[in-house]
């Protein structure tokens, strides 16, 4: 079933990112305590430039409060690994995660509340059996927003992800199935 937009939750909008949202989501992702755990440019021209195709603009939602944009979401559709004869029931079944959150929106369980929404999203209106996220292990308010809405760590892979000041981290593995969902 399609999605009819915005999605609303108890407090918060989201939508589809429209190029109008690009300076509000630059004023916390430029932010060096947000970027830390970020990739991407740190040049205002290229990332408006990469944010303005069209298709970084349909994996791309922001979360409104009061009006206000407080952050961003991001769900990219892929197919799962399967053996060359199953390769259409893999076809779009698992949603890659994702988030950023600007600082002055935090201690509210908006950023629960808005991830939680993005599952349910996924699951329901997309119809994907699977939710994965990754993030650095050291990034610990992602992984603990990833318990908190049921997400089980999966994979702890020791050293194999480089941070560009930091050097080689370690990165968890977040999933949740369908039929797990509370």
Do not use: K
């Amino acid at each position: 079933m399609p999605a009819t937009w915005p999605l609303t939750t108890e407090r918060l909008a989201l939508r589809p990112v429209e190029p109008d949202d690009f300076d509000a989501i630059w004023s916390y992702r430029s932010r060096p305590d947000v970027r830390r755990w970020l990739g991407g440019s740190l040049d205002r021209d290229e990332v408006r430039q990469r944010f303005l195709e069209p298709e970084d603009r349909r994996t791309l939602l922001v979360v409104l409060h009061d009006g206000d944009v407080v952050g961003d979401l991001m769900l990219i559709v892929q197919d799962a690994w399967s053996q060359r004869e199953a390769v259409e029931q893999a076809r779009a079944s698992v949603g890659l995660l994702g988030w950023a959150m600007h600082p002055d929106a935090g201690g509210r369980g908006l950023a629960t509340e808005a991830v939680r929404e993005l599952v349910r999203h996924a699951f329901d209106d997309v119809g994907v059996r699977r939710v994965v996220a990754e993030c650095f292990a050291d990034n610990e308010p992602s992984w603990r927003l990833m318990e908190r809405i049921g997400m089980r760590r999966e994979a702890h892979h020791v050293l194999d992800s480089m941070h560009r000041d930091l050097g080689w981290q370690d990165e968890y593995v977040y999933a949740l199935l369908a039929e797990e969902r509370r």
